[in-house]
């Protein structure tokens, strides 16, 4: 089948969506199909000019394909006779942040009216759509709640399974992906420093900001952590941080209730690492069972600490609760093959 | 610099327009710029569609770019301050081929009217370009006929073309392009039949369907020549085309009345090879000069026998020619350094 990948493109700006789509794209190839991504360039500043680029996409001719399977907001406005959505986000500030007041429409009629047409279009273009899926449930819930569509929840599959193959571990604890308050790096190494000693600790990805960097040295700094800690701070080549994920002892991620699962707990699973993290943390709780796949902290230092020792102390079980955590990750079917077989039905 | 570089394209249909594309960006890219390829769908029928996926080119908004640089039509529409066209066609059949089978629409009043409003649209959109290139003396006349618009002829070059070489003249006329009528591959092998010297030929390449291949090798066997013909219908790969074209006494492409000089012939001068091509073959006159750099035949199998022969027999000739091809790559300046040189000024 000739299946055509329809995604927004914000010039010179390169993120997770262009990424999942070359993987989407792959992944079709693979299973046979032949695949190509269409683009369409989208800028929301300034939001008055939205409703044209909506009718840009809108107008747009689709020929010679078989299947259009949508990413984004607008660029799922394209007109096919077989499309089906895999809903990344709609228009937020149209909608859940319009409510939240962080909108960037404008105040009065204008802004409403631009909100009743995106509102209008979105709903004409669901109703359209052969199948729509949605990357997670914060998303499927929130287009239930102000368009009254219902979804599936399809999460994005790892994106290059096969290198995240475990392996001996090490002794340390890792903790990869973005560093910020939200992240809540600096609560691990606070916990770190009232671990048993011999746990050590790597933390690797781009800090958000000066200030995070900053924050992390001075807690290495105030409880004498250096011999313990290597920080990576950098966006990492993907063979440096696919390594550190199969030498951990353990992966802990305690992001501040985030909506999805985490690349950085997937990859774990995959690569048969047990799991700590937190009550808070939301969706990477449903990868963490305790006593099976890892262990969930109370979100403070002395919790955290606990959960750090216990898993340095018994090896053979952070073994077997690795081995736990990739069993319950592979039930989920959360693959490309199954996958790009929901997505084209 | 951020440079888009912006054309149309059919979905699934590759080759053609895309290697300038594609190939320019690689080439900025390597040159440090920061590179994003725009393609978005264009559908030249029914006339009808024509004006709304105008419109749609109009609303595209390339600002973050700090230039552009237009292909196929209509991209030449998006608006942008620093606009450069490197055009390459018109939407031919409201065009120069009005008045050919190839206008699948009929010649009413509507259509009539269509077109005078699409060339008045176009000529506009050319006058918002700071600069107007085209791939072709053809091209660049075809503005100034239709649009009264000046242009620069900018000839693009291949790929890489360092990989092509010379190893040698062995008895061979190569001719390696897509398998087609208009390519008139047919009449190639017709010649060989009146040759007297014991001059060789290789077809290489495939087309759109398999009839035109097999008609090929019927031929060859009816012409009596299936012994010095070599008719391969498929795929040939980059290195096939370097090695053969290495080895061959000469290349050949003789397509009907092309609008540029065509990749088959550049491919050749690059490896050093006398071109052999007829008197109606458009853009392929551009590049060879007859008794220079290659022979200009009479699109007959008789006049196109004589060339060969001369080919053979007066090898010195031959390979005096190959080295002259080379030179009049330089004196025409196709090179990647001209075409930077001359899109980024």
Redesign the interface.
């Known amino acids: 089948m000739k299946v055509l990948i329809v995604n927004n493109m914000a010039p010179f700006i390169w993120g997770g969506a262009e990424e999942l789509a070359v993987n989407l794209q792959k992944n079709l190839v693979i299973a046979g199909h032949d695949a190509e991504i269409l683009r369409i360039p989208f800028q929301w500043e300034p939001s008055t000019r939205i409703p044209s680029q909506m009718l840009l996409a809108r107008t747009l001719e689709i020929a010679n394909t078989d299947h259009v399977i949508a990413l984004k907001f607008p660029a799922y406005l394209v007109r096919h006779h077989r499309k089906s959505l895999w809903l990344l986000h709609q228009y937020r500030q149209a909608y859940d942040l319009y409510d939240a007041g962080q909108t960037n429409l404008p105040p009065g009629q204008h802004g409403a009216d631009i909100r009743k047409a995106i509102a209008h279009a979105d709903n004409e273009s669901f109703a359209e759509s052969r199948h729509i899926y949605t990357n997670s449930e914060v998303t499927r819930q929130r287009l239930l709640k102000y368009n009254g569509f219902d979804s599936k929840v399809l999460l994005p599959p790892v994106n290059d399974p096969e290198v995240f193959t475990g392996g001996e571990s090490d002794d340390y604890i890792f903790a990869g992906g973005r560093v910020n308050s939200m992240k809540r790096q600096f609560l691990l190494l606070q916990a770190l420093a009232k671990a048993d000693r011999r746990v050590k600790m790597i933390i690797a990805g781009p800090p958000e900001s000066p200030a995070d960097t900053q924050q992390l040295h001075a807690i290495i700094e105030q409880f004498g952590l250096q011999d313990r800690v290597k920080l990576d701070l950098r966006f990492l080549p993907r063979a440096t941080y696919v390594d550190y994920v199969n030498r951990a002892l353990a992966v802990a991620y305690i992001p501040f209730d985030e909506d999805s699962l985490g690349y950085v707990s997937m990859e774990a699973a995959t690569a048969r690492k047990a799991l700590i993290t937190t009550t808070d943390s939301g969706g990477i709780l449903g990868l963490v069972q305790p006593g099976e796949t890892g262990w969930r902290a109370e979100p403070t230092a002395e919790s955290l600490a606990e959960a750090m020792s216990a898993a340095y102390e018994s090896k053979a079980r952070t073994r077997q609760y690795g081995e736990g955590a990739q069993a319950l990750w592979n039930g989920l079917g959360i693959n490309w093959p199954e996958t790009v077989e929901a997505l084209l039905k | 610099m951020?440079i888009?570089l912006c054309s149309s394209f059919?979905?699934?249909?590759r080759g053609g327009g895309r290697n300038i594309v594609d190939w320019l960006a690689s080439t900025l890219t390597e040159a440090g710029h920061?590179v994003?390829v725009?393609?978005?769908?264009?559908?030249d029928s029914p006339p009808d569609?024509l004006f709304?996926?105008m419109?749609?080119l109009r609303?595209?908004?390339?600002?973050?770019?700090d230039r552009i640089i237009c292909f196929r039509p209509q991209a030449h529409l998006i608006p942008h301050p620093h606009k450069i066209l490197w055009f390459i066609h018109h939407i031919r059949t409201f065009y120069d081929l009005w008045d050919s089978p190839y206008r699948d629409f009929p010649d009413t009043a509507r259509n009539r009217a269509i077109r005078e409003s699409l060339i008045d649209v176009d000529t506009r959109a050319m006058g918002e370009a700071k600069t107007v290139f085209t791939n072709s003396k053809v091209v660049s006349e075809r503005l100034k006929t239709f649009n009264g618009v000046e242009s620069e002829v900018l000839y693009p070059p291949v790929f890489e073309p360092e990989r092509f070489f010379s190893a040698g003249y062995n008895d061979e006329i190569v001719c390696i392009c897509r398998l087609e009528h208009y390519k008139r591959q047919h009449l190639l092998i017709e010649a060989l039949s009146y040759t007297k010297a014991p001059v060789r030929l290789r077809i290489m390449g495939t087309g759109a369907s398999p009839d035109y291949g097999i008609a090929l090798q019927q031929k060859a066997q009816l012409c009596n020549v299936a012994d010095r013909v070599i008719v391969e219908d498929r795929w040939i790969t980059e290195e096939e085309k370097v090695e053969h074209l290495s080895q061959c006494l000469a290349a050949a492409y003789l397509p009907i009345d092309e609008d540029s000089y065509g990749y088959p012939s550049l491919e050749a001068s690059h490896a050093q090879k006398a071109v052999l091509t007829t008197s109606d073959s458009g853009g392929v006159l551009e590049l060879i000069q007859d008794g220079y750099n290659g022979y200009i035949a009479e699109p007959t199998p008789e006049s196109l026998a004589r060339a060969m022969d001369k080919l053979y027999r007066d090898k010195n000739v031959t390979e005096a020619m190959g080295k002259n091809a080379r030179q009049r790559l330089v004196d025409l300046k196709i090179s990647w350094s001209q075409v930077l040189e001359r899109l980024l000024a």
């Open positions: 951020k888009a059919m979905p699934f249909i920061q994003e725009v393609y978005l769908p264009e559908l569609i709304q996926q419109m749609a609303w595209v908004d390339l600002k973050a770019a």
